[in-house]
C-alpha cells in the first residue's frame, strides 16, 4: 500500500491528524481515481475487498457485501 500505516486488526492506535487527512487529500488530488467511482479508500490508495468469510464489520478493508447488492441481500444488510 501506499500509505504511511496499514492495521490488520483495529486496536487502540490511532493515527496523527495529518495522517488521517491524507487519504481525503489523496482522494481529492489523484488521477488513480479517474473516471472510477464508488470506490472505498483508505491509507492513501483504493481499499481491496475482503473474502466474504473474513468480511465483518471492523475488519479492515472493504466487506463485499458493501460493495455488491447481491452480497449485501444475502447478509440483510438492505
Known amino acids: 500500500m501506499q500509505g504511511w500505516r496499514t492495521f490488520s486488526e483495529l486496536t487502540e492506535e490511532r493515527k496523527t491528524v495529518p495522517e488521517g487527512a491524507a487519504t481525503i487529500v489523496w482522494c481529492a488530488v489523484s488521477n488513480q481515481l479517474d473516471g472510477k467511482g ?3 479508500c483508505q ?3 483504493i481499499a481491496p475487498l475482503v473474502p466474504i468469510e473474513v468480511g465483518k464489520p471492523g475488519v ?3 466487506c463485499p457485501w458493501a460493495a455488491d447488492e447481491q452480497a449485501a ?3 440483510e444488510i438492505f
Open 60 to 62: 479492515p478493508d472493504v
Open 38 to 40: 464508488g470506490v472505498y
Open 73 to 75: 441481500k444475502l447478509h
Open 43 to 45: 491509507n492513501i490508495d
